[in-house]
């Protein structure tokens, strides 16, 4: 079995005071790494720093919302300072604002698209201008979601950034890459103040506080677990075991970890000078058209009563 050792490594973690960031944050401390914890709630990221303190680790919170170029530039110039470099850079911090297209306002589009897609993207560049400098590589380790991949009813803002979060994955895998730099997105499912609002889940984030075992449907079947359960990808990635790749999204929950494939075309079809609305409507049901994709997340597969 490799080991994972990153010891010497430094880290910033957005929005690691509770959840999975708090699971990512606990998690590269115990591999070697210090750590930033970065939230916009000051008592969550000092009790974070306090248990990764306790806990035998090295952390120090630095209290900012990100979405902006000052956030960003204040994470990683705390690392700097406080441990002289940045190797691993974890966006996680989030937020959701659901609800349907038609009664969606912009305040909840701008809401979600800041703290995710610009949070990923104004943390990423500073990031990656530090570890250029440095000229040794690193991590970036962006975070995706199922909503993302698949599209997800009322979370239009959210699937929108999550979606353009696996975007510039693929594309900054490539901006990045000869300077050592790999860039992922991961794409978690657990238990969290954010997915204990789903329905069918909550009888089950109910038990799992009470210390009950998830039954193996929902760890293995649906990969839904514990926030610790998905952050054992984040020290993996961030380690030279996984220097080697980059441009991916990776699926993990529960007892399950998963590739995602990216879109590519599936099919194709020709018309010789190119197509008119007319030769597409009688061509493209029997072509292109005969397999649609589905889109959405698939419900969950609960065994028979
Ligand atoms: N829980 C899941 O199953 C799941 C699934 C897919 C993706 N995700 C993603 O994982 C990430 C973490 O989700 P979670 O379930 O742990 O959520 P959570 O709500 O439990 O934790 C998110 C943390 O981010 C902090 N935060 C919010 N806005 C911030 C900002 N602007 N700057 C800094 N911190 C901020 C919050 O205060 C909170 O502590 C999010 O990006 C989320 O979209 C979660």
């Given at each position: 079995m490799p080991s994972i050792d990153l010891t010497g490594k430094a880290a910033v973690v957005t929005g690691s005071g509770r959840?999975?960031?708090?699971?990512?944050?606990?998690?590269?401390?115990?591999?070697?790494?210090?750590?930033?914890?970065?939230?916009?709630?000051?008592?969550?990221?000092?009790?974070?720093?306090?248990?990764?303190?306790?806990?035998?680790?090295?952390?120090?919170?630095?209290?900012?919302?990100?979405?902006?170029?000052?956030?960003?530039?204040?994470?990683?110039?705390r690392a700097v300072e406080e441990f002289g470099r940045l190797d691993v850079l974890v966006t996680n911090a989030g937020i959701l604002r659901d609800r349907v297209l038609w009664k969606m306002t912009d305040d909840d589009f701008d809401a979600v698209i800041t703290t995710h897609l610009k949070g990923t993207f104004t943390c990423a560049r500073a990031a990656a201008v530090r570890m250029r400098e440095q000229g040794e590589g690193g991590s970036l380790i962006l975070?995706?979601?199922?909503?993302?991949?698949?599209?997800?009813?009322?979370?239009?803002?959210?699937a929108a950034a999550k979606a353009g979060i696996a975007a510039m994955a693929r594309t900054w895998s490539m901006e990045l890459g000869r300077a050592g730099i790999t860039v992922n997105a991961i794409v978690p499912v657990a238990a969290t103040a954010m997915t204990e609002t789903i329905p069918a889940f909550a009888p089950y984030a109910e038990a799992m506080r009470n210390g009950e075992p998830l039954p193996d449907f929902l760890r293995k079947g649906e990969g839904f677990g514990t926030p610790e359960d998905c952050a054992a990808l984040v020290p993996f990635l961030a380690s030279e075991a996984a220097r080697g790749i980059t441009g991916q999204a990776i699926g993990i929950g529960g007892d399950k970890v998963a590739l995602w494939s990216h879109p590519q075309e599936i099919s194709a079809a020709y018309a010789d000078g190119g197509w008119t609305p007319e030769t597409l409507a009688d061509a493209f049901p029997t072509s292109v058209g005969a397999e649609l994709q589905t889109v959405g997340i698939p419900a969950p597969k609960f065994p028979e009563a």
């Amino acid at each position: 079995m490799p080991s994972i050792d990153l010891t010497g490594k430094a880290a910033v973690v957005t929005g690691s005071g509770r959840g999975l960031g708090l699971a990512y944050a606990h998690a590269l401390a115990a591999h070697g790494a210090s750590v930033v914890v970065n939230d916009i709630d000051e008592a969550v990221a000092e009790q974070a720093v306090k248990s990764i303190t306790e806990a035998g680790g090295r952390a120090v919170a630095e209290v900012v919302p990100v979405g902006t170029t000052e956030a960003a530039d204040r994470l990683v110039s705390r690392a700097v300072e406080e441990f002289g470099r940045l190797d691993v850079l974890v966006t996680n911090a989030g937020i959701l604002r659901d609800r349907v297209l038609w009664k969606m306002t912009d305040d909840d589009f701008d809401a979600v698209i800041t703290t995710h897609l610009k949070g990923t993207f104004t943390c990423a560049r500073a990031a990656a201008v530090r570890m250029r400098e440095q000229g040794e590589g690193g991590s970036l380790i962006l975070v995706g979601s199922p909503a993302g991949q698949r599209g997800n009813f009322g979370q239009t803002n959210y699937a929108a950034a999550k979606a353009g979060i696996a975007a510039m994955a693929r594309t900054w895998s490539m901006e990045l890459g000869r300077a050592g730099i790999t860039v992922n997105a991961i794409v978690p499912v657990a238990a969290t103040a954010m997915t204990e609002t789903i329905p069918a889940f909550a009888p089950y984030a109910e038990a799992m506080r009470n210390g009950e075992p998830l039954p193996d449907f929902l760890r293995k079947g649906e990969g839904f677990g514990t926030p610790e359960d998905c952050a054992a990808l984040v020290p993996f990635l961030a380690s030279e075991a996984a220097r080697g790749i980059t441009g991916q999204a990776i699926g993990i929950g529960g007892d399950k970890v998963a590739l995602w494939s990216h879109p590519q075309e599936i099919s194709a079809a020709y018309a010789d000078g190119g197509w008119t609305p007319e030769t597409l409507a009688d061509a493209f049901p029997t072509s292109v058209g005969a397999e649609l994709q589905t889109v959405g997340i698939p419900a969950p597969k609960f065994p028979e009563a």
